[in-house]
């Protein structure tokens, strides 16, 4: 008499997560990932060492400008592992769907202690009150976004990539645009296709627009493209042109 089929063991979190890193994605984009990957850690390695008597002077201007951390922290969206490894993928591990990862971006503070205090999440404007006089400086030749170095070598972002947002703020414009959470197939970087492109932004069109080319290089990334991303970022911090 033939044996009945058996059943497998009930599946774990730990087999389900292996076998969503298995099915995630074809073998070559796995690759060209990596490569991009180690890319950005190896010049953000190098950006790190040779910015760091930079750094150090911008700290001691904050510090002396006015009162407050030099180091600003604020949590931001990060990758959304679900999209990026497959329907579903890790599902069983969060709570809530806040779009992607949370992590804590690191940013030279460029506005007034008492004013970053406050718990409302809010976008802020070229002629910003709350931005001091050193801020104002900084924010113009991007040097308040070099801390997110630390960022990209702890993984939490690339140099390269769509901009990470604030949750509150995230949360309403995924609802605006139904888009906008496919930014986060990819890590987010201190600069972008966006970023070198676009200005500030002043409305939901201005979003939409940043939005989408932001979708352009999720489709077009690859290692020559964000070497080329990255040498344009520098004459837009010179020429002080676009947003980051």
């Known amino acids: 008499m033939a044996k009945p089929a058996t059943l497998g063991p009930a599946l774990t979190p730990t087999m389900l997560r292996f076998r969503a890193q298995v099915a995630m994605r074809p073998p070559q984009r796995h690759g060209r990932d990596r490569a991009i990957r180690v890319l950005n850690f190896c010049v953000a390695l190098v950006a790190l060492i040779l910015t760091a008597p930079l750094m150090a002077v911008v700290a001691l201007l904050v510090k002396a400008s006015s009162r407050g951390p030099v180091i600003y ?33 690191y940013k030279f503070r460029t506005m007034y202690a008492d004013h970053r205090q406050t718990p409302r999440q809010v976008w802020a404007s070229a002629n910003d ?26 993984g939490d972002m690339n140099i390269v990539g769509p901009r990470p947002e604030q949750p509150a703020i995230f949360e309403g414009l995924r609802q605006e645009l139904h888009t906008y959470r496919k930014r986060q197939r990819v890590l987010p970087g201190i600069t972008g296709l966006a970023q070198i492109t676009l200005p500030y932004d002043t409305s939901i069109n201005d979003v939409k627009h940043k939005v989408d080319l932001d979708l352009e290089y999720i489709k077009r990334r690859s290692v020559g493209h964000d070497l080329l991303i990255m040498a344009k970022t520098m004459p837009v911090m010179v020429l002080r042109k676009g947003w980051m």
């Open 129 to 154: 009150p709350r931005i001091t006089p050193v801020g104002r400086v900084l924010r113009s030749f991007r040097l308040d976004e070099l801390p997110q170095l630390f960022n990209v070598l702890k």
């Open 73 to 105: 922290k604020q949590p931001r969206v990060g990758l959304d592992r679900r999209q990026s490894r497959g329907s579903g993928a890790l599902s069983h591990r969060r709570k809530a769907d806040q779009g992607g990862r949370i992590f804590t971006i």
